[in-house]
């Protein structure tokens, strides 16, 4: 995964990298990605929450309704822990993408096994 510091390896600062995050967020609206569409956010702590998007603001905190938190196992399937009406700092996100539901909805993620994600290092 990509951190801060990568970018700062890069020539890139950490006030160059908030700026192509919120244009980021900017362009998802745009690109009809509006609120009520499910989401999966990845933290930096290495957490799968997917929720559906309520709303979210310039320092991309990000509102979540319907969400759930993906616990990932080598030794059993995947845990949903729901968590309900979520909000996360902007601070601890790492990715955000379109949840495809209809793709989604034909897992069965009681069978699917991975190892768990590891902590983005800045």
Same mark, same amino acid.
């Given at each position: 995964?990509?951190?801060?510091?990568?970018?700062?390896?890069?020539?890139?600062?950490?006030?160059?990298?908030?700026?192509?995050?919120?244009?980021?967020?900017?362009?998802?609206?745009?690109?009809?990605?509006?609120?009520?569409?499910?989401?999966? $956010? =990845?933290?930096? +702590?290495?957490?799968? #929450? &997917? /929720?559906? %998007?309520?709303?979210?603001?310039?320092?991309?905190?990000?509102?979540?309704?319907?969400?759930?938190?993906?616990?990932?196992?080598?030794?059993?399937?995947?845990?949903?822990?729901?968590?309900?009406?979520? $909000? =996360?700092?902007? +601070?601890?996100?790492? #990715? &955000? /993408?379109? %949840?495809?539901?209809?793709?989604?909805?034909?897992?069965?993620?009681?069978?699917?096994?991975?190892?768990?994600?590891?902590?983005?290092?800045?």
């Amino acid at each position: 995964m990509v951190g801060k510091s990568d970018f700062n390896a890069g020539g890139v600062s950490s006030q160059c990298f908030f700026v192509l995050l919120l244009f980021f967020f900017k362009n998802l609206l745009s690109n009809h990605l509006v609120c009520a569409e499910t989401i999966s $956010i =990845i933290t930096n +702590d290495g957490r799968n #929450i &997917v /929720g559906v %998007l309520k709303g979210f603001d310039q320092a991309t905190n990000i509102i979540l309704d319907e969400s759930h938190e993906r616990v990932y196992s080598t030794k059993e399937g995947v845990q949903q822990l729901v968590l309900g009406l979520y $909000i =996360i700092r902007g +601070d601890n996100i790492s #990715i &955000v /993408g379109e %949840l495809d539901e209809e793709l989604d909805s034909s897992l069965d993620l009681s069978k699917l096994r991975a190892h768990p994600l590891k902590p983005v290092i800045h």
